[in-house]
């Protein structure tokens, strides 16, 4: 039961122009979600988050939109880079307790590509 | 502030045996969780632990257990490695009350 979806494996984009990576979830009781950089061998690097009683986060070139009543999120990055390129995670967490307590659970990731 | 940091980075073991893995939280953050990463089955939570107590835990066998210390450092252990154990294992920490998790690089761990 995969309860954070990211339905687009990979994305190329041309630099300069805007990315836009999905994510959909199915776990109602989620509040907070995160998105992450990865590379290879690495470990997840923080990007932005949104908690479920907003609907739009920015910080610098990323901006992350949450629609609840259709359980999607998407991360937006303009303009994008080249440095840009890796795989992307959305995550999700619901209010700490009981079997909540520090558990993300993570999409299946999108792998972005920006072309100089 | 330093990061999270974790050790040993690449660890090559047989099956059969055992391994133990490290990690050092960011300093004042409480809360670890660690994580199995695979290419079949993504990024899976393993357990969290808290003031030396474990308060969750994933769907992974017994032969998976960690702990926590006095000082917020936490080891986890896995018994009788199988060769589905090789994977990247990540740890994160967080603040008591935050949301956000911060991951460190991973102990690559290959059973042969």
């Known amino acids: 039961d995969q309860q954070v979806k990211q339905n687009s494996p990979s994305l190329s984009v041309q630099e300069g122009r805007i990315s836009i990576l999905n994510c959909d979830y199915t776990?109602?009781?989620?509040?907070?979600f995160l998105w992450y950089k990865k590379y290879p061998a690495e470990g997840p690097t923080f990007l932005i988050s949104i908690s479920s009683i907003k609907d739009k986060n920015e910080d610098g070139r990323f901006t992350v939109f949450l629609n609840k009543s259709a359980k999607h999120l998407s991360l937006h990055i303009v303009p994008s880079q080249p440095g840009d390129s890796a795989v992307y995670f959305c995550a999700a967490s619901t209010l700490p307790g009981g079997t909540s307590y520090g558990k993300l659970t993570f999409g299946q990731g999108t792998i972005l590509t920006v072309h100089p | 502030k330093a990061g999270v940091t974790q050790t040993p980075r690449y660890l090559i073991k047989t099956r059969g045996q055992q391994v133990t893995l490290s990690c050092s939280p960011i300093s004042g953050h409480r809360s670890v969780s660690w994580y199995q990463q695979t290419p079949g089955q993504g990024l899976q939570f393993l357990f969290e632990y808290f003031s030396e107590t474990q308060r969750n835990k994933g769907n992974f066998p017994g032969r998976f257990s960690g702990r926590q210390f006095s000082n917020s450092r936490s080891e986890m252990n896995v018994s009788t490695l199988e060769l589905g154990d090789s994977a990247l294992y990540l740890c994160a920490s967080k603040i008591e009350g935050g949301e956000t998790q911060y991951f460190g690089p991973g102990t690559r761990l290959l059973v042969l």
């Open positions: 776990n109602s009781m989620f509040d907070y």
